[in-house]
Every structure is written in C-alpha cells, then in structure tokens.
C-alpha cells in the first residue's frame, strides 16, 4: 500500500501544508546531464538534474548567515532539515515549490526521498529537536544531505543512509552540529565518494551571533584525505567522474 506523503506548499509556510499521494511509480532518473550542485550559502545548496531542481535549506539571513544573499532561487521542490531559521525560512521562494520537512519516504517526479530523522543537539533532542537527513538519488548520483546533525549516526540510521556518492556534512561545530572531529566520525561511518562541507564561519557570519568555527578545522582533522578546492559555487558531478577513494570538494561562495 503506498503510504500518503506529508507535503506542503512553501509560499504557503509550514502550517498550510497538505496531505497527497505522489505519483504512481518510481521511474529512473535521467542520467546523461549529470548532476550540477550549487552552494548557496551555510546548508542551503541547489541540486539540478534529472529534469528536477531541488533546493535544500533556505534560511534568514541572520547570526552565521547574516551577509549570505537569501537564496531565492527557482526550485520544484524544497527539502528542509527543521524549521529552525538558518535552514528552514521557506517564506518568499519563487515559484510555490513543493516542500517536504518530515521524515519519511516520499516521491517526488519519479524520484524517491527517504527523510531520517537524527538529534539537532547533543541533548537527545532536547535542546534544539530534531534534525532530518535528507537521502535521495538524482541523475544517477545517490546524494545525502546531513542538515544540521550533531548525533553520532546509529547502526539504524546508517542503513537508511547507505554509502552516499555524495554526502553534505555539517563541519563548524555550535550546539547544534557536528564539530571537526564529529564530522571526521560521520566520513568514516558513511565512507562517501565525494564530500561537501556544510555549515562553517565565512565571511557571512555576524562575528558577534556566530558560534560556528572555520573551514581548516575540519580540513586539517582530514589529514590525508584528497582536498579539491574550487573558486566556483557550483560542482558537475556524474556517474563516470566520482571517485572511487574518498576526497573534499569545497565550494566558494561568491560574496
């Protein structure tokens, strides 16, 4: 029996979202364009491909966020991680996407997403509740999207996860996602083909509202592990160019 999909409206906001059915049948992702991953600041990245725009974690420009542009960008579907406002402000997307906040199985234009919940916090949830991992296959390339985790992952979760192709990971730390060390622990449980840093202290930052630490942090706990650095926002990745050892891809953000 399929299971009915909790799935809003983002210009709408969060308390109008509505229940439907999607689709019928999961049909296989157009392959031949690759995948383009755009960063557009923090945790928010536009992944197109397969036909399909898909944006993750939109947020207020605010504390660690406060000089990045707002990422209003076109978009059939929006994933969020929680509703918290530096990777959840979905007021004002173009567009009226889609969205999806929960966690759960869903399907989306032949694409299917599996939401997995993990702690926001090192509280068990209790200080910032509960973040959801993003997992998704899109032209060909298997993504995972960490949001805000700050949880070590389970044995449970990991099965959910898989081996990524490409997996986004929280590195600058705060009480609500994985320091440098907590990160390194996730690379080596997922064992992923390529990773993309995620929220980290840029220029962006309010320097007096901003608890999260640098980039080189992690880089330097990775030690040994191929850095990629490019002066570019956005990666092309496909099937045929991953590769098969693991290495960093950072991403610049064009101020």
Known sequence: MKRRQLMGYAGAGLATAVFTTLGSQFQADAQSSGLSVQWLG?????????????????????GCTAKYRLPKVKADLVLISSQL??????????????????????EFRGI???????????????????????????????ILHLGGAAA?????????????????????????????????????????????PTHYRTQAAD?????????DEFITVMQGMTVRRSDSDSVSISTGTLPENGIIQTLSYKF
């Open 42 to 62: 923090h945790t928010c990245f536009l992944f197109t491909g397969g036909g399909v725009k898909i944006l993750t974690n939109p947020f207020r420009t605010v």
């Open 85 to 106: 406002l530096d990777e959840g402000a979905v007021d004002g997307l173009p567009g009226n996407p889609k969205l999806i906040y929960e966690p759960g199985v869903y």
């Open 112 to 142: 299917k997403f599996q939401g997995i919940a993990i702690d926001h916090d090192r509280k068990g949830g209790k200080q910032f509740g509960q973040n959801t991992a993003w997992s998704w296959k899109q032209a060909g390339i298997n």
């Open 152 to 196: 070590p992952i389970s044995l449970e979760q990991k099965i959910l996860m898989g081996r990524p192709d490409v997996a986004l990971i929280p590195v600058g730390g705060s009480a609500k996602a994985y320091n440098a060390e907590e990160a390194k622990q996730a690379v080596q449980v997922l064992n992923p083909k390529l990773v993309i």
């Open 207 to 215: 320097p007096d509202k901003c608890d999260i630490s640098p980039l």
